[in-house]
C-alpha cells in the first residue's frame, strides 16, 4: 500500500522560507518520479513541483521558479520541498504526490503552509 506522509507545514511571514517533508513507503520509491501539488482555497489542485526517480530531472511551475527547492533522498525513500521567499499567494495546502509521468498518482494528506503577516 502507498503511504505518502508530510510534514513540515505551519505559519510563517511573506519572504520567509519552510522546508517541506514528505516520507514514502510501500513502494519502490527510487523508481517513481515524485512531486509536490498545492490546493488553495477556491483553487484547484496544480502541480507545484516534480523530480524524476534518480534526481537528475526537475520540473517548476513559473510562479515558484527560484524560490522553490526539490530534492529527495532515495536511501531513506523521502521527498523535500524549500520554500524560500514566500509570498502570500503560496497559502495552500501542500501535498505530496506520486506520479505518473506528468500525472498524479496518488498523494498524502498535506500539509498545511500558510503565508501572512
Known amino acids: 500500500e502507498v503511504q505518502l506522509e508530510e510534514s513540515g507545514g505551519g505559519l510563517v511571514q511573506p519572504g520567509g522560507s519552510l522546508r517541506l517533508s514528505c516520507a514514502a513507503s510501500g513502494f519502490t520509491f527510487s523508481s517513481f518520479t515524485m512531486g509536490w501539488v498545492r490546493q488553495a482555497p477556491g483553487k484547484e489542485l496544480e502541480w507545484v513541483s516534480r523530480?524524476?526517480?534518480?534526481?537528475?530531472?526537475?520540473y517548476y511551475a513559473d510562479s515558484v521558479k527560484g524560490r522553490f527547492t526539490i530534492s529527495r533522498d532515495n536511501a531513506k525513500n523521502m521527498l523535500f520541498l524549500q520554500l524560500n521567499s514566500l509570498k502570500t499567494e503560496d497559502t495552500a495546502i501542500y501535498y505530496c504526490?506520486?506520479?505518473?509521468?506528468?500525472?498524479?498518482?496518488?498523494r498524502g494528506q498535506g500539509t498545511q503552509v500558510t503565508v501572512s503577516s
Open positions: 504526490a506520486k506520479a505518473k509521468g506528468a500525472a498524479l498518482d496518488g
Open positions: 523530480i524524476s526517480g534518480l534526481g537528475f530531472n526537475t
